[in-house]
């Protein structure tokens, strides 16, 4: 059973990548072409229920004409690679239920802060950024004034807030295996072994604190009484926050990926979001290292819940 159950988590998340790469596609449709007075005009067809629907792109060129064919046949294989999935999840007994009305409430609240999220987070990994620069990368992939790879952690956590706000993703156990995910994404592009528990010494800058290697099955076994744990639900998901971190479990990216793995739960349990805010950066930063150094973790536990818990 439990080989099933993995089996349709693994599925979900491969359905939940194929879902955020398509949100990622500037149009979803047929390119077409239209004269009008002599000059082509290029449009994108689609049919929306029984209507025909046919928005406007630009003027015509090959170069756009051929990035529009190329964007509509990327978006029917990740449409046929969900239709696939799909059905082996229906060949699995799995059921696509209604969420409860406060995770669907809270992934609305997280979706309209996502940009703000986005935002604070790059501040606490340094990222030279301003908001409208976030704003802009967010939304179009690029922007003048920063590095590329400020741009690149940028969309890559873009990329990782739209995995676990997938409908299908926050109905997955807020696990190793989800974790491990979220780092691959936050680190995609700077290592080959993104995702992956880490297997070299590391230093942490500001702090004597010098993390063991993790060990898989100890960092399983962690989590797993983290999340079984009698304590209330915010205090489980602030732990899995700060043991992610303090573990360093990945090369890199672990602020990163522990941030978005406890708003997972978070979230899965309709109680609002966790983001360190840009004005409570420095303050967080130098309750992190005490923390790593060996001060009392609810501390740093009452920090995060009164001044970095927005509720709903």
């Given at each position: 059973m439990s080989e099933t159950f993995d089996e349709i988590r693994i599925l979900l998340q491969q359905k939940a990548e194929c879902q955020a790469r398509l949100n990622l596609l500037p149009y979803d449709g047929t390119p077409e072409i239209k004269e009008q007075k002599g000059e082509k005009y290029i449009y994108v067809r689609k049919r929306v229920g029984s209507r025909l629907t046919s928005t406007y792109v630009g003027v015509y060129s090959d170069e756009l004409f051929q990035l529009l064919l190329r964007n509509t046949?990327?978006?029917?294989?990740?449409?046929?690679?969900?239709?696939?999935?799909?059905?082996?999840?229906?060949?699995?007994?799995?059921?696509?239920?209604?969420?409860?009305?406060?995770?669907?409430?809270?992934?609305?609240?997280?979706?309209?802060?996502?940009?703000?999220?986005?935002?604070?987070?790059?501040?606490?990994?340094?990222?030279?950024?301003?908001?409208?620069?976030?704003?802009?990368?967010?939304?179009?992939?690029?922007v003048s004034g920063m590095t590329a790879t400020d741009?690149?952690?940028?969309?890559?956590?873009?990329?990782?807030?739209?995995?676990?706000?997938?409908?299908?993703?926050?109905?997955?156990?807020?696990?190793?295996?989800?974790?491990?995910?979220?780092?691959?994404?936050?680190?995609?592009?700077?290592?080959?072994?993104?995702?992956?528990?880490?297997?070299?010494?590391?230093?942490?800058?500001?702090?004597?604190?010098?993390?063991?290697?993790?060990?898989?099955?100890?960092?399983?076994?962690?989590i797993a009484e983290i999340l079984a744990s009698k304590q209330d639900e915010i205090d489980i998901a602030v732990e899995l926050c700060l043991y992610s971190m303090k573990t360093q479990i990945f090369t890199d990216g672990n602020k990163r990926a522990s941030v978005i793995f406890a708003n997972h739960y978070i979230i899965s349990h309709g109680l609002g979001l966790l983001v360190i805010p840009e004005k409570e950066v420095p303050e967080f930063k130098k309750l992190l290292v005490a923390f790593y150094e060996g001060e009392n973790i609810e501390i740093i536990k009452n920090f995060l819940k009164e001044r970095c818990w927005k509720r709903l």
């Open positions: 046949k990327e978006a029917r294989e990740l449409k046929k690679q969900m239709r696939h999935i799909d059905k082996k999840l229906a060949e699995l007994g799995y059921e696509d239920s209604e969420l409860p009305l406060s995770v669907q409430k809270n992934l609305d609240f997280a979706r309209v802060n996502m940009k703000a999220n986005i935002y604070d987070q790059a501040v606490l990994e340094g990222v030279a950024t301003s908001f409208p620069q976030t704003e802009e990368i967010i939304e179009n992939g690029k741009v690149q952690k940028i969309l890559n956590l873009k990329h990782a807030w739209e995995f676990i706000l997938d409908r299908n993703v926050i109905r997955s156990k807020t696990d190793y295996y989800l974790l491990c995910h979220v780092a691959r994404l936050v680190n995609e592009g700077f290592f080959f072994d993104a995702g992956r528990i880490r297997g070299i010494p590391v230093s942490i800058g500001g702090s004597s604190y010098i993390p063991p290697i993790p060990v898989e099955s100890v960092v399983k076994e962690r």
